[in-house]
């Protein structure tokens, strides 16, 4: 198929191309039919399958007729990152039609997101939390909503969004067009499912299988040689941009400082950055200043960079879920990627499970030149997830003032 087989707005195609897609990719095949006749789409497909497209191109065709200045398209997703990184890819596919976009995410001033919102805007990309803010202060209409989009929808489950989510369709007409997007199935999904999506269509992309264009890795290793042995997989290794995931955001940190003093480009990305730190991590990283960027699993949800090179787990993730989301990082859009995973004898029980899902087992590799025995020394310790728990736990008892401590940070 072409994209000239949609019958989409000349403008739209041009954009298109100017983007330089040239093939729809699996599921915009799939959705963008549908969503052009105005059915709801139930999509069951992983990040770096091009679903962004697949849901904003027959929706910007759907909105070039009709009013205008007023808000018709509804597109809610779990981070700032995600929602900023939709708008970005919206409002270049839309360019020259006049359709306006933006977003509405926390961490930033809500004024002069309301007043962006007076100027009349007909897409909206925002985060459950804020757009309640905006719906509380009774700043934002949605009585003309046509669409809305549930992006990422099992990532607002894992953080919490349901309820919000189902206080925020209580503002919206009964007669609109559902889409949800979703990598994984759990039950309070599929219960959603149930209730906001009439007839849906089900397109279903790849669901447990990563891409075919990423080659993973296993590099079994001791907890306390990961650092280490991370900084000597990144010196053998000809890369181009590398995401690497850890548990905690403390960890994040730590190995980021571990890499920039062995000489390399790297930053943290996680929840206790402040919102220009972040955007400042993920326009480096984007713009290929950084080489590495360092992430927890929520933060990293939405970085869209075509070109990452590797994706290393230097914690392996807590669900086979959580590993393909985090390898698809990687191979997008298909280009050739690589997804290296540190393990320690504690991961074996869940690698098994990620080889059972993917029907094969993961190649393991260990470097000759590396020695895996050696004792633990006081720069190379970044401490494990558990051992950081312990180590926070501690410090609160001892510490005075225990309110201080106590408060959790909220990664998005
Ligand atoms: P997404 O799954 O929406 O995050 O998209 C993943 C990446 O694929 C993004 O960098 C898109 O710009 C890119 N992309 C989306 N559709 C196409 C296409 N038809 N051809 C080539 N690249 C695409």
């Excluded at 669901?207 to 900084?231: D, G, N």
């Excluded at 984007?286 to 090179?309: E, F, K, M, P, Y």
């Amino acid at each position: 198929m072409s994209f000239e087989s949609f019958k989409l707005h000349p403008q739209i195609l041009s954009n298109i191309h100017g983007l330089g897609y040239e093939t729809p990719t699996p599921i915009q095949n799939q959705s963008i039919p549908p969503i052009l006749l105005g059915q709801d789409v139930m999509g069951l497909a992983q990040t770096g399958t091009g679903k962004t497209a697949a849901f904003a191109l027959p929706i910007i065709q759907r909105l070039i007729p009709g009013k205008r200045s007023c808000v018709r398209a509804l597109i809610i997703a779990p981070t700032r990152e995600l929602a900023q990184q939709i708008h970005d890819a919206i409002t270049e596919l839309c360019q020259g039609t006049g359709l306006r976009s933006m977003t509405l995410y926390g961490g930033v001033n809500i004024n002069p997101q309301i007043k962006t919102l007076r100027t009349g805007v007909e897409i909206v990309v925002a985060c459950p939390g804020r757009l309640l803010d905006v719906i509380q202060q009774k700043a934002i209409q949605l009585d003309k909503v046509e669409s809305l989009v549930l992006d990422e929808a099992d990532q607002m489950f894992d953080m919490g969004f349901l309820p919000s989510i189902r206080k925020i369709l209580r503002f919206l007409p009964k007669k609109r067009q559902t889409l949800l997007f979703s990598a994984t199935m759990p039950p309070a999904i599929n219960e959603l499912a149930h209730e906001v999506l009439d007839q849906p269509i089900t397109v279903e992309i790849g669901r447990v299988a990563p891409s075919s264009t990423v080659q993973q890795t296993l590099f079994p290793v001791p907890q306390h040689l990961k650092a280490e042995l991370l900084i000597k997989i990144l010196n053998k290794t000809p890369i181009e941009s590398v995401l690497v995931f850890t548990r905690t955001k403390h960890g994040a940190k730590q190995v980021a400082l571990k890499l920039e003093k062995a000489g390399f480009r790297a930053a943290s990305l996680q929840g206790n950055l402040s919102q220009n730190k972040r955007l400042a991590a993920m326009a480096g990283f984007r713009d290929g200043s950084l080489q590495i960027l360092v992430a927890t699993d929520i933060a990293s949800r939405g970085i869209d960079v075509s070109s990452i090179s590797h994706v290393i787990n230097y914690d392996m993730p807590s669900t086979v879920e959580a590993y393909i989301h985090r390898i698809g990082r990687t191979g997008r859009a298909s280009k050739l990627g690589d997804a290296f995973t540190l393990t320690t004898q504690d991961d074996m029980q869940l690698v098994r499970k990620v080889e059972r899902v993917l029907g094969n087992k993961i190649d393991q590799c260990k470097l000759d030149d590396f020695n895996y025995a050696a004792a633990p020394t006081a720069s190379s310790r970044v401490p494990s997830p558990n051992e950081f728990r312990d180590q926070q736990r501690r410090s609160r008892y001892n510490s005075r003032d225990n309110s201080r401590n106590n408060k959790t940070v909220r990664e998005s």
